[in-house]
């Protein structure tokens, strides 16, 4: 009977101390070497910062530190996380140095702040690499959460001076002289504050006017004629860039040019140049150079062009006028001596249309004879280039090519600009030009067609 109480005892002591006792589990020894060094990093950044609340401490220097800023920013795929995973760097001495080792992505103390001392090399790379193999991990378990690309953050443009517009500060002073009394200060209507934001448009503009002139005595040995030219022109840019994503250019160039006429009795003078054309282009970025750009020309003249010795008119006002829209590929480069664009537009479009009856040769514009519009579709291929060859030297061009898969039209403008100095310069204008759809006649037997100019003048760039 004894015994039997005796084990009773014995059991009713173990059922109650049973629940007193804690369950232990044993926790991942990498999981907790990461909390923990996340604890003393957060800790280390607080130490630090706690010394700007002491007033009477010179001001610690802020130190940027980023080698953790992969795994705070926006998720993105970095090429080094794989590269990592793939590397054939194993072998059985770095195992056994290694084997029940735990490493944290941050080595320090609780209470140390080394984050802000002298770099080390060796801590750098081996916080990189349990970066990259976290983001690894990352990158398998949340695919669907990877926005970004390496490649695109590469290609981020930083901001200048130029696209910064600072608001001036206004100055407050106090006259020493009055005397001293509490003042209230209104912290929201008192306070200098400096606001700083992107302008991303950038103008420019050239206008130039010029002047040739060649006389020739009556008496001349080999005949001809004297004869003055004046040539004027205006060129207004206004282009918005975020350095980021997207690009909007618009150009307005204007040109008009008049020349003496001896030999026509009808006409005093004719114009060696007449042109009005305004360019949109607006591209989104694809990679790298390469932008996604639907762009857009329209172009005419001012004045009627007339035959010589007759009334006979060959051009007017919107007679042509010409508009191009085209959808394609933009490659781009921007560097210190030139700037390059080439825009391939599989899908181009090209309206002429002639507003004036009483133009001689509608065909010469690629319009039928009786009708006033021509709609032409196929692909252009369209190359800018501005090239400083020297300071006094500039080289302007533009290559079009335009073709319906049954004729063709190809026209090529260059300008060299002889700088003398801020306000005088030396013009010489080519413009070549092609177009099979012409109909030849006795007059024109050539598809190929020819402009040339010299001129100098004043010539001004802002």
């Given at each position: 009977?004894?015994?039997?109480?005796?084990?009773?005892?014995?059991?009713?002591?173990?059922?109650?101390?049973?629940?007193?006792?804690?369950?232990?589990?044993?926790?991942?020894?990498?999981?907790?070497?990461?909390?923990?060094?996340?604890?003393?990093?957060?800790?280390?950044?607080?130490?630090?910062?706690?010394?700007?609340?002491?007033?009477?401490?010179?001001?610690?220097?802020?130190?940027?530190?980023?080698?953790?800023?992969?795994l705070?920013?926006?998720?993105?795929?970095?090429?080094?996380?794989?590269?990592?995973?793939?590397?054939?760097?194993?072998?059985?001495?770095?195992?056994?140095?290694?084997?029940?080792?735990?490493?944290?992505?941050?080595?320090?103390?609780?209470?140390?702040?080394?984050?802000?001392?002298?770099?080390n090399?060796?801590?750098k790379?081996?916080?990189?690499?349990?970066?990259?193999?976290?983001?690894?991990?990352?990158?398998?378990?949340?695919?669907?959460?990877?926005?970004?690309?390496?490649?695109?953050?590469?290609?981020?443009?930083?901001?200048?001076?130029?696209?910064?517009?600072?608001?001036?500060?206004?100055?407050?002073?106090?006259?020493?002289?009055?005397?001293?009394?509490?003042?209230?200060?209104?912290?929201?209507?008192?306070?200098?504050?400096?606001?700083?934001?992107?302008?991303f448009?950038?103008?420019?503009?050239?206008?130039?006017?010029?002047?040739?002139?060649?006389?020739?005595?009556?008496?001349?040995?080999?005949?001809?004629?004297?004869?003055?030219?004046?040539?004027?022109?205006?060129?207004?840019?206004?282009?918005?860039?975020?350095?980021?994503?997207?690009?909007?250019?618009?150009?307005?160039?204007?040109?008009?040019?008049?020349?003496?006429?001896?030999?026509?009795?009808?006409?005093k003078?004719?114009?060696n140049?007449?042109?009005?054309?305004?360019?949109?282009?607006?591209?989104?970025?694809?990679?790298?150079?390469?932008?996604?750009?639907?762009?857009?020309?329209?172009?005419?003249?001012?004045?009627?062009?007339?035959?010589?010795?007759?009334?006979?008119?060959?051009?007017?006002?919107?007679?042509?006028?010409?508009?191009?829209?085209?959808?394609?590929?933009?490659?781009?480069?921007?560097?210190?001596?030139?700037?390059l664009?080439l825009?391939?537009?599989?899908?181009?479009?090209?309206?002429?249309?002639?507003?004036?009856?009483?133009?001689e040769?509608?065909?010469?514009?690629?319009?039928?004879?009786?009708?006033?519009?021509?709609?032409?579709?196929?692909?252009?291929?369209?190359?800018?280039?501005?090239?400083?060859?020297?300071?006094?030297?500039?080289?302007?061009?533009?290559?079009?090519?335009?073709?319906?898969?049954?004729?063709?039209?190809?026209?090529?403008?260059?300008?060299?600009?002889?700088?003398?100095?801020?306000?005088?310069?030396?013009?010489?204008?080519?413009?070549?030009?092609?177009?099979?759809?012409?109909?030849?006649?006795?007059?024109?037997?050539?598809?190929?067609?020819?402009?040339?100019?010299?001129?100098?003048?004043?010539?001004?760039t802002?």
């Amino acid at each position: 009977m004894k015994r039997k109480l005796t084990l009773f005892i014995v059991l009713a002591l173990i059922c109650i101390a049973m629940p007193a006792q804690k369950i232990s589990k044993k926790e991942n020894p990498v999981v907790t070497a990461f909390s923990d060094s996340l604890t003393n990093l957060k800790a280390a950044y607080y130490a630090y910062f706690r010394m700007w609340d002491n007033l009477d401490a010179p001001a610690p220097r802020v130190r940027p530190d980023a080698d953790y800023y992969k795994l705070f920013v926006t998720p993105t795929y970095y090429e080094a996380p794989v590269a990592q995973a793939f590397e054939l760097n194993w072998s059985p001495e770095e195992y056994d140095k290694t084997r029940g080792k735990v490493d944290t992505i941050f080595f320090a103390k609780r209470d140390s702040i080394t984050l802000f001392s002298v770099p080390n090399i060796e801590k750098k790379a081996k916080v990189d690499r349990w970066v990259n193999k976290i983001l690894l991990n990352y990158y398998m378990k949340h695919p669907d959460r990877v926005t970004g690309n390496e490649l695109y953050l590469a290609d981020l443009k930083v901001l200048d001076d130029t696209k910064f517009v600072k608001k001036p500060r206004k100055e407050h002073i106090i006259s020493l002289l009055e005397p001293e009394t509490p003042v209230k200060q209104n912290v929201e209507r008192d306070a200098d504050l400096v606001v700083v934001r992107p302008n991303f448009w950038t103008h420019k503009g050239n206008g130039y006017l010029q002047f040739t002139q060649h006389y020739i005595s009556d008496n001349w040995y080999k005949g001809g004629e004297s004869t003055n030219a004046l040539l004027s022109g205006l060129v207004l840019e206004a282009n918005f860039d975020d350095r980021q994503r997207l690009e909007f250019e618009n150009k307005l160039e204007m040109k008009l040019g008049f020349v003496t006429a001896p030999s026509d009795t009808v006409h005093k003078y004719k114009t060696n140049a007449d042109l009005f054309r305004l360019n949109s282009k607006l591209g989104v970025k694809a990679f790298k150079n390469w932008y996604y750009t639907l762009a857009a020309e329209f172009k005419t003249q001012f004045f009627g062009n007339y035959k010589t010795n007759t009334n006979d008119m060959i051009s007017n006002f919107l007679s042509p006028a010409q508009l191009d829209v085209t959808v394609g590929m933009d490659f781009k480069q921007n560097k210190k001596n030139y700037s390059l664009s080439l825009l391939t537009s599989p899908l181009a479009y090209t309206l002429m249309y002639i507003s004036n009856d009483r133009i001689e040769n509608p065909a010469a514009f690629n319009v039928e004879p009786g009708h006033r519009a021509a709609n032409l579709f196929g692909s252009k291929f369209t190359g800018n280039l501005n090239w400083k060859i020297i300071p006094s030297i500039v080289w302007e061009s533009k290559l079009e090519y335009f073709t319906t898969y049954e004729k063709v039209i190809a026209s090529w403008e260059n300008t060299f600009n002889f700088v003398l100095n801020r306000y005088l310069s030396t013009k010489i204008f080519v413009h070549a030009r092609y177009d099979d759809g012409v109909t030849l006649t006795e007059d024109n037997r050539s598809y190929f067609q020819l402009q040339e100019m010299l001129t100098f003048g004043l010539n001004y760039t802002w």
